[in-house]
Structures are given as C-alpha cells and as structure tokens.
C-alpha cells in the first residue's frame, strides 16, 4: 500500500505541476476549463532508470525538442527517490519541463552528455520540487527542488537496438491525463556519473533518436 501511495504521489506531482505551467507553451484553456500542455520530441534524447543502493532509486529522460515559445528546447522528465533508514518516509524530487540547451550535449547518441545545475532552472518553464512523504501518515510535504548537480554521460554500447514505429499511452491519475506519442530509434547504452553526489553506473540506459513524438498533459 505504501508503494502503490509513493508511485502515485511521484506521477501525481509531476503531471499537476506541469499543468499548472506559468507561461503559455500550448498551455491553454478550453470551453470546459482544461488546461493543456504539449512538448514535441524531435531529435536525441537519453534515458536511464535505476537504484543507487538499497535506499535510493531515480529516473531520468531527457530530450530535444520544441515546444510553442521555444523552437529548440530540452525537456527533462526526473524524479529521485529515497527512503529513510527507518523506512517512515521518503524523500521525493521532481523535475518536469524544459532545462537549458546546453545542459544536453552531443551530436551523435554514441557520445551524450547530460549535466544539469538545478539552481539554473527556470520556474517559469520547468516544475521542480522536493516533497517529503510520511509513510505512516500518509502526508506530503514540498518544498522547492534540492540544490546540486546531476551529471550523466551516456556512450551506446551496441548490445541491442530497437526501432519503435508507431506507439501510444494514455494514462490518467485524477485529473491529469497524459497522451504520450511515440516513433524513435533506440540502442542500449552504458552510463556514469554522479547525481547529487550520489556516484551512478549502469549498463542498462537507453539512447536514441526521436521522430516527431509527443507527450500531451492536460488538467481536466
């Protein structure tokens, strides 16, 4: 029951936050009040899941793009978790929307580079927050997102690659639903580096190549 509540929680922040997005990059309002926001996929992207320790686990996808107002952006879909020793809470940070550009480097997907500085963040185009769970209470928590760097290089491996042609997700928590369209290129990759000092590697990340996917959230 915690975990299904923790899993929720995580999803539930990131989408509502993104809903309510301060500036307009396909943020608008129809008729009955839903608010929408959409992000285009177009170009190199990375992507790594995975636990540091007994304690700790963290996903991170990052892609170029574009959305309304910005032409050429990278959006950033992240969250970390911890969990304290005597396991009554967990410490989750979110961050969803655009970053810099230059916080994702690398023309080819054999040699990506993802190294971000949260305080660079801009709050107008990027939710971010640090929420802490009480496992016993059931309570939440946030503040604004933990300071420090995340750094990731990724270098494909050339164990598997995988072309997906067409594929579509719809997921709904509350009233946030998310449409996700997919079409990209992909190949297993090894990664290293360091998240929020944390040292991480693995040989299980994913890079690629997006064509023209999408991912659409709306707050109904």
Same mark, same amino acid.
């Given at each position: ?13 990131a989408?509502?936050?993104v809903a ?5 990059h #396909?943020?608008?309002? #129809? ?10 996929? &177009? ?12 304690q700790?686990?963290?996903?991170v ?6 959305s ?9 879909n992240?969250?970390? $978790?911890?969990?304290?020793d #005597? ?7 979110? $961050?969803?929307?655009? $970053?810099?550009?230059?916080?994702? @480097?690398?023309?080819?997907?054999s ?6 500085d @949260?305080? @660079?963040l ?14 016993? !209470?059931l ?12 750094h ?7 164990? !598997?690659?995988?072309? $997906?042609?067409n594929?579509? &997700?719809? #997921? ?6 998310t449409?996700? =369209? ?9 990664? !290293? ?12 990340? @994913?890079?690629?190549?997006? =064509?023209?996917?999408s ?6």
């Amino acid at each position: 029951m915690k975990r299904l509540f923790v899993s929720a929680v995580v999803l539930f922040f990131a989408l509502a936050a993104v809903a309510h997005d301060k500036r307009d990059h #396909d943020n608008d309002q #129809d008729e009955h009040g839903r608010k929408n926001m959409k992000f285009t996929q &177009e170009g190199a992207f990375a992507s790594l899941s995975s636990s540091i320790g007994p304690q700790s686990s963290f996903n991170v996808n990052v892609s170029r793009g574009s959305s309304s107002t910005s032409p050429a952006s990278t959006f950033l879909n992240f969250d970390f $978790i911890t969990l304290a020793d #005597d396991n009554s809470t967990e410490t989750v940070t979110i $961050i969803f929307g655009e $970053i810099p550009n230059n916080a994702f @480097t690398g023309d080819k997907t054999s040699d990506l580079v993802f190294d971000l500085d @949260t305080s @660079t963040l801009d709050p107008s185009v990027t939710s971010s927050e640090t929420c802490t769970i009480d496992l016993n !209470q059931l309570s939440v928590v946030c503040n604004p997102v933990t300071l420090g760097v995340i750094h990731l290089e990724f270098h494909e491996n050339g164990v !598997q690659a995988t072309k $997906i042609l067409n594929h579509v &997700e719809e #997921d709904i928590l509350g009233p946030v639903t998310t449409l996700i =369209h997919s079409s990209s290129d992909n190949g297993s990759a090894n990664a !290293q580096g360091s998240i929020f000092g944390v040292p991480v590697s693995s040989s299980s990340a @994913t890079v690629g190549v997006n =064509h023209s996917s999408s991912i659409e959230i709306t707050r109904h």
